[in-house]
């Protein structure tokens, strides 16, 4: 039943994608750039604006994110190092390991599972998770670039989700109401926002080549499915978070390798076809391992 409530509308849309994807050879750079600059917002704002938010979960949700996705970084960088891998693949590894596709995977998952108030929990996810890319994700990305540590947290002022993040919070707290004229088109984008995300997921995905690199994507693609379930049902556990929460931090924590992990390995030539098979095999292992999940969670 998880599969056939929650599982299957996230496989059939992004299937249309996929589809689409493998038929015509088309850049989906408008509708990323859409996504991005548009349609996401738009969800951001909406969600918190219409559903109440915890001050103590936002705190909660920046601490989890930053703890849990800050020790993959570390194991995937150092256990890379370990293992006497070269300096392009240990990046994409560590690229594919801490970075999650909480987006255009996680939260279709968190609203069939969770409805609107786990879909508006796994929006905060979103929004730290965005921050730790900027940060850690194009700092390794981009570190034989030259690019100065210094610089990267001011990417994070380019992100339009951080101005709808804070308008939408302002304006709960000051009990202002937005006019209907105002409000109709932001919702329309709000329910245009999750079926767009689906289908450009497909459409990445069904991009992908695997390109011969299935031996080295295998062990990192089990280690992805395996390890940030069974770390993140330990973190929540050792932070005291219980109730919905809980179940939405493990959920977003589990999905499978970020498609940004991809873009960043694209954008610096690090080992982009190992990223992208991760992101690949992830996507498509997660249906069991998330399917598991959902069932202990509901």
């Not at 981009?142 to 994070?156: D, E, F, H, I, V």
């Not at 809980?246 to 873009?263: D, F």
Request: charge should be positive.
């Amino acid at each position: 039943m998880v599969f056939l409530d929650v599982l299957l509308p996230v496989v059939l849309v992004a299937g249309c994608g996929a589809v689409v994807g493998r038929l015509i050879d088309r850049d989906p750079a408008i509708l990323t750039k859409l996504a991005f600059y548009v349609l996401t917002p738009a969800l951001l704002f909406y969600a918190i604006y219409s559903q109440p938010i915890s001050t103590s979960a936002l705190g909660t949700v920046f601490l989890f994110v930053f703890v849990f996705h800050g020790l993959l970084f570390a194991g995937g960088y150092f256990g890379t190092g370990a293992l006497g891998l070269e300096r392009d693949t240990r990046t994409a590894a560590t690229l594919t390991l801490s970075m999650s596709n909480t987006g255009n995977y996680g939260l279709p998952v968190l609203l069939f599972a969770f409805k609107e108030a786990g879909f508006t929990l796994g929006l905060l996810y979103i929004l730290a998770h965005m921050a730790f890319q900027i940060t850690f994700g194009a700092g390794i990305a981009s570190w034989r670039k030259g690019t100065s540590a210094w610089q990267l947290p001011l990417n994070l002022i380019k992100v339009p989700w951080i101005y709808a993040f804070g308008l939408a919070l302002l304006l709960k707290a000051t009990g202002t109401t937005l006019p209907e004229p105002l409000l109709r088109p932001i919702q329309l984008l709000y329910q245009a926002a999750i079926p767009t995300m689906l289908l450009l997921l497909g459409i990445q995905l069904g991009q992908v080549r695997l390109r011969g690199v299935i031996r080295e994507a295998i062990p990192l693609t089990l280690v992805k499915l395996i390890v940030p379930p069974l770390l993140a049902w330990g973190l929540t556990a050792a932070l005291g978070v219980h109730g919905l929460l809980r179940s939405v931090l493990i959920v977003e924590a589990s999905t499978p390798a970020a498609v940004n992990s991809l873009i960043l390995s694209l954008q610096y030539n690090r080992r982009p076809d190992l990223a992208s098979s991760v992101v690949f095999l992830t996507t498509i292992g997660s249906l069991g391992t998330m399917g598991l999940l959902l069932t202990l969670l509901t």
